[in-house]
């Protein structure tokens, strides 16, 4: 398992073997998830995963900086303290975001909070 520097940047790429386990798991193709350095022109400017639904594309940052995980935290808002402390180290943050893209490519009409919870389910696997 890769290694975790407290405060440091998390170096997505490094899970890109789990994170495939994680995507034939659910039954799509590993291809199609793509790494990328951001995202620009997006509203969002701490956005960490994209999904194309139709083409079943996963888009995920590269990196991951302290500030882009601190401000997906606190969109978990909605969650007990117990469900986002599973989320603490870097490999579990990154399957939960990965997750929460897959459930948006598995069932197009599920909102985000809806994505969040079935991720912090699937994290038991």
């Known amino acids: 398992m890769v290694e975790e520097t407290k405060d440091a940047s998390i170096d997505v790429s490094a899970y890109a073997d789990d994170m495939i386990k994680v995507i ?3 039954e799509l193709d590993p291809g199609k998830l793509i790494f990328v350095d951001g ?3 997006d509203a969002n400017p701490f956005r960490i995963g994209k999904v194309s639904k139709l083409e079943k594309k996963i888009y995920f940052k590269r990196t991951i ?3 882009e995980k601190d401000a997906a935290r606190k969109a978990l808002y909605r969650f007990e303290e117990k469900d986002l402390r599973k989320i603490d180290d870097d490999w579990s943050f990154v399957k939960h975001v990965l997750l929460h893209q ?3 490519i598995l069932a197009r009409n599920k909102d985000c909070y809806d994505c969040d919870k079935w991720a ?3 994290l038991r696997f």
């Open 24 to 26: 034939e798991r659910c």
């Open 39 to 41: 995202f620009p022109n």
């Open 65 to 67: 900086s302290p500030e």
């Open 102 to 104: 897959i459930i948006h």
């Open 120 to 122: 912090f389910y699937e």
